[in-house]
């Protein structure tokens, strides 16, 4: 089992930077699949973007692709989104989620085992 802290979550106005980061528990942080999903209000909760265990394969959404980065350090058991040139309907609260199944793919779906408490976005108009 493990277990996912968020943290970087804030107020921002549109254009500006935030850089997530996600904390887990545990020795086996490199057998996860990682994901960021995202939650705005009255909405379901997004998948935003994913990373395998290695960090070898990567997927966006396309409403983030090219303004938000995702990256995982193994040794420190962390996994980061980066996220540049933010707009108002990024606004929500996002969630770091892991995947302990060997996919082929990036699950862009929300059947991840593990999900944290979330954080905060929002972005000012």
């Known amino acids: 089992q493990v277990q996912l802290v968020e943290s970087g979550g804030g107020l921002v106005q549109a254009g500006g930077s935030l850089r997530l980061s996600c904390a887990a528990s545990?020795?086996?942080?490199?057998?996860?699949?990682m994901g960021w999903f995202r939650q705005a209000p009255g909405k379901e909760r997004e998948f935003v973007a994913g990373?395998?265990?290695?960090?070898?394969?990567?997927r966006y959404a396309d409403s983030v692709k090219d303004r938000f980065t995702i990256s995982r350090d193994n040794a420190k058991n962390t996994v980061s989104l980066q996220m540049n040139s933010l707009k108002p309907e990024d606004t929500g609260v996002y969630y770091c989620?892991?995947?302990?199944?060997?996919?082929?793919?990036?699950?862009?779906?929300?059947?991840?085992?593990?999900w944290g408490q979330g954080t905060q976005v929002t972005v000012s108009s």
């Open positions: 990373i395998s265990r290695g960090g070898d394969k990567i």
């Open positions: 545990g020795r086996t942080f490199s057998t996860y699949a």
């Open positions: 989620a892991a995947d302990r199944r060997l996919r082929a793919y990036i699950l862009t779906t929300t059947d991840y085992d593990y």
